[in-house]
């Protein structure tokens, strides 16, 4: 039996004695109505923990899903394994591959609004010649077209 019904019973056994005709009888009433109310602050917070509870629930799923996909994440990026040494950088000063209409355009390293420049680098897995622009060394990576790995550049500022 819940509390509320325990204390709807009281109210009831109260009522039907008649005991509010005198002063102990209308201090059980006042003790009676406390008991009311608090059997249903009680039922309002076992609502609510058990909503907390089935939240908590979803929320365990949840993040048990998103460590697996972390996991799956770390597990392809040691898979690519890439060493960093085999690239061969080029630079090539000709090249204005950031467009002359775009206002931020130019080289974000020494400010100069009319460079521009390319990185000219082999992919570690393929050999292939892949072509880096600003975007992709501020990103420091890229995916090689031609075998479609993803290549961490790690570009110390000396080298910029």
Do not use: Q
Not at 24 to 44: N, P, R
Not at 89 to 106: P, R, T
């Amino acid at each position: 039996m819940s509390i509320k019904v325990k204390v709807a019973y009281l109210e009831g056994l109260a009522k039907g004695m008649s005991i509010d005709s005198n002063e102990v009888g209308k201090l059980f009433t006042a003790i009676i109505d406390v008991l009311v109310e608090m059997a249903d602050e009680i039922e309002k917070i076992t609502e609510d923990i058990e909503e907390i509870n089935e939240n908590a629930l979803d929320i365990g799923e949840e993040l048990d899903a998103l460590s697996d996909d972390l996991a799956d994440v770390e597990e392809f990026l040691d898979e690519l394994d890439i060493d960093d040494d085999d690239s061969d950088f080029d630079f090539d000063d000709d090249d204005d591959d950031f467009g002359d209409d775009d206002e931020n355009s130019g080289c974000r390293f020494c400010g100069n609004k009319d460079a521009g420049f390319t990185i000219d680098v082999n992919c570690p897995e393929c050999d292939a010649e892949i072509e880096l622009d600003e975007e992709d060394i501020e990103n420091e990576s890229v995916v090689c077209p031609a075998c479609k790995k993803l290549i961490e550049l790690e570009i110390d500022d000396t080298d910029e």
